[in-house]
C-alpha cells in the first residue's frame, strides 16, 4: 500500500539530541575527550569573564564549535552558525538543545577573539597532548619536525610600496576597489614593500620556480610513536625560520634527557646541527648531497639503526600537514595576522590529535 505524501506538525517533542546522535558515531569519544580537557579549564574560564553583565557565549561552547569547524572542513563561521540552526548532530556536540537559538555570526566572532587574547588554544592543545601522554600514547625520546607554508588571506595586490609610492592603482592600475595592477618590471621585496590588509604576511616562495605568495610559515614537532603533534607555531615566513622555530621548540619537549629529531634535507645544515647537538639532541637529518660543502651529517649518525628508523618515522609529519590543508583550515585561512593564523593552527592541530587518538583509543568508532 503507499504512503501518504502529508506532513503534519507536531506540537511537541520528546527525542532530545542525545538520543538521536548514535551509540558508536565517531564524534562521542572526541567529544569526551573534549570535555575533560575544558573540565580542567574551568578556572582559566572564569577569569576571562566579568562576574557582573549579560552573559556571553560559554567559551566551552564555543570551543567545541570551532572544533566542529576543523572536523567538517567548514569553511566560514557563517556557515557554521547555519549549520547549527538545523544539524541535530552539531547541536549535541556543541552542547545545545533542539530549542536553544543560535548565536549571531559577528557576535561568535568576536567572542572568539577573547579567546585569542587569552591563548586559549594554546592551552587547550596542551591538554590534549597531555591526555595523550596519561594514555601512553607518546614518545619522549624521538621526535619528527616539519614547516609548511600558510597562504595568507591577502592578495597580492596589497603588496604596495611602504612609502606610499605608485599610487592606489600601483603600475597600470585604473583606480577603484579592486583595479587591475601590472606587476611587470617592479621590483617588490619583503624591505620595500607590505600587504595593505595583511602587513604581518611575508612574500615567499617554496623553491625556485615556484610561485612567491604572501604567507606564513607553520612549524610542528609529533612523536614518532603514534605520529601525534606535540608541538606547533606559527612565524613569519623566511628562509631560516623552519630552523629557528625547530630549535625554539625542541627546547621545551626534550629537557635534560637525550633525544633524537628527525628532518629533511632542509634542515641539513650545520648551523642546525650544532645547535640541535648543543641541547643534547641527536639530529637524524636526511643528508642533502647536492648542498655546496656536502652534507653536515657523517656516519657519526648514520651507521646507527636508529637513523633510518628516524627517517622512515618523519614521514608521518607530513600526513599531519596534508590533513592540516585537506581536511582542516589551514590551506588557506581567513583571519589575518600572524595570532590568529597561530590560533587556527593550534585548533587545527589539535582536532588532527583528537582524531588519531579516537583511532588508537577507540578503533571500533572509526
Not at 288 to 297: C, L, P, Q, V, Y
Request: overall charge positive.
Amino acid at each position: 500500500m503507499r504512503g501518504a505524501d502529508s506532513k503534519q506538525e507536531a506540537m511537541f517533542s520528546y527525542v532530545s539530541p542525545e538520543e538521536r546522535v548514535p551509540a558508536k558515531h565517531p564524534l562521542r569519544p572526541i567529544r569526551a575527550m573534549i570535555s575533560e580537557a575544558l573540565a580542567q579549564m574551568d578556572r582559566r574560564f572564569e577569569k576571562l569573564y566579568s562576574q557582573t553583565g549579560r552573559p556571553s557565549i560559554a567559551p566551552e561552547r564555543l570551543i567545541r564549535a570551532l572544533l566542529l569547524q576543523v572536523l567538517y572542513s567548514i569553511r566560514s563561521e557563517r556557515l557554521l552558525v547555519e549549520q547549527l540552526e538545523y544539524n541535530l548532530l552539531f547541536r549535541w556536540f556543541v552542547g545545545l538543545s533542539v530549542d536553544e537559538p543560535v548565536w549571531d555570526h559577528s557576535t561568535f566572532s568576536k567572542n572568539r577573539d577573547r579567546l585569542l587574547e587569552a591563548d586559549i588554544a594554546r592551552e587547550l592543545f596542551e591538554a590534549i597532548v597531555e591526555q595523550a601522554r596519561m594514555a601512553d600514547l607518546l614518545s619522549d625520546e624521538h621526535f619528527s619536525v616539519d614547516g609548511t607554508m600558510i597562504e595568507a588571506w591577502a592578495s597580492h595586490k596589497s603588496f604596495r610600496p611602504k612609502d606610499g609610492s605608485g599610487g592606489s592603482g600601483g603600475s597600470g592600475g585604473s583606480g577603484g576597489r579592486n583595479d587591475a595592477r601590472d606587476f611587470r618590471g617592479e621590483q617588490r621585496t619583503n624591505d620595500t614593500h607590505a600587504s595593505t590588509t595583511d602587513p604581518e604576511a611575508k612574500l615567499y616562495r617554496k623553491s625556485a620556480g615556484t610561485t612567491s605568495k604572501l604567507a606564513y610559515l607553520g612549524h610542528a614537532v609529533s612523536e614518532n610513536r603514534n605520529g601525534l603533534i606535540v608541538a606547533a607555531q606559527v612565524t613569519q615566513a623566511s628562509g631560516t625560520a623552519e630552523r629557528s622555530a625547530a630549535i625554539d621548540m625542541l627546547g621545551e619537549l626534550c629537557g635534560p634527557r637525550r633525544c633524537t629529531l628527525a628532518a629533511d634535507k632542509g634542515y641539513d645544515t650545520r648551523e642546525f646541527v650544532r645547535r640541535t647537538r648543543e641541547l643534547n639532541v641527536t639530529p637524524h637529518v636526511a643528508q642533502n648531497t647536492e648542498r655546496r660543502g656536502g652534507s653536515a651529517i657523517n656516519a657519526r649518525t648514520t651507521r646507527h639503526v636508529g637513523y633510518a628508523l628516524s627517517i622512515k618515522a618523519r614521514k608521518r609529519i607530513e600526513e599531519s600537514f596534508g590533513w592540516a590543508k585537506d581536511i582542516g583550515l589551514l590551506r588557506r585561512p581567513k583571519v589575518r595576522g600572524r595570532r590568529k593564523i597561530e590560533f587556527v593552527t593550534l585548533l587545527t592541530f589539535t582536532g588532527y590529535n583528537l582524531v588519531r587518538m579516537r583511532n588508537l583509543l577507540a578503533p571500533g568508532f572509526t
